[in-house]
């Protein structure tokens, strides 16, 4: 089946760094998104991503859909300690139903104040 | 608004047993999914359902699992029998029938002893 390759697994970082984060498929994706999800909760959703080559800024945080559709990156600005979560891309993959979404394992970041 | 609620937000049970786990989605959305993550694996989407039908059951892992979505408000997924495989978190999400943003519930945290 289709799978996510998301990176790194985990980052430590002191606050005020820029963080990336990025996820790769050897399939194609018509949808983009990156999810963030705090300790008790669930996941919620930072940006989507429709179009093969959009860039799109939320904040301090930019994503990008790229070009081969097969890959997206997650940019965070300046991080600050309420940035400390595992962050989660997600696709959806070419005939998939609006709700199977493919998920990455996630990239857990610690942001050290 | 109320977002997703999920209950039990935490159960642990013993190999064998039923759990039965109960999701409310926000009011107005006709799409209900759930997902679930076991330990140290990405998420995984279960099934999707529009109003009381069910759309697309692709995930579901096996006849152990079965979800249900009554008069199209609530939902539940029960397990039965568990097995300690199935021990992980269980997240609903909702959203409305032509948007994209899926909205993801707090997790109900099931462990199988």
């Known amino acids: 089946g289709q799978q996510l390759n998301q990176s790194p697994q985990s980052m430590f970082i002191q606050e005020g760094e820029d963080v990336s984060m990025n996820c790769t498929s050897s399939?194609?994706?018509?949808?983009w998104l990156w999810y963030k999800q705090d300790p008790g909760e669930g996941p919620v959703l930072l940006i989507a991503?429709?179009?093969?080559?959009e860039l799109t800024s939320n904040g301090r945080l930019t994503a990008q859909f790229g070009i081969t559709r097969k890959d997206s990156f997650l940019n965070i600005s300046a991080s600050i300690p309420s940035d400390v979560g595992i962050y989660f891309c997600?696709?959806?993959?070419?005939?998939?139903?609006?709700?199977?979404?493919?998920f990455g394992k996630g990239t857990k970041l610690s942001v050290k104040p | 608004e109320a977002g997703v609620t999920q209950f039990p937000s935490h159960s642990v049970i013993e190999k064998g047993q039923t759990v039965t786990l109960r999701c409310d989605p926000i009011?107005?959305?006709?799409?209900l999914y759930w997902y679930r993550r076991v330990m140290g694996k990405e998420i995984k989407f279960l099934l999707h359902?529009?109003?009381?039908?069910?759309?697309?059951e692709s995930g579901m892992p096996n006849n152990r699992f079965l979800a249900e979505r009554t008069g199209g408000t609530y939902s539940t997924l029960k397990v039965q029998p568990a097995e300690l495989e199935d021990s992980g978190v269980y997240f609903c999400?909702?959203?409305?029938?032509?948007?994209?943003?899926?909205?993801f519930g707090e997790g109900s945290w099931l462990t199988v002893v």
């Open positions: 999400a909702s959203s409305y029938s032509s948007g994209n943003t899926i909205y």
């Open positions: 009011s107005g959305h006709d799409n």
């Open positions: 997600a696709g959806r993959g070419i005939g998939g139903s609006q709700g199977n979404l493919i």
């Open positions: 399939s194609i994706f018509n949808t």
């Open positions: 991503l429709y179009k093969a080559g």
């Open positions: 359902f529009v109003k009381e039908s069910k759309q697309d």
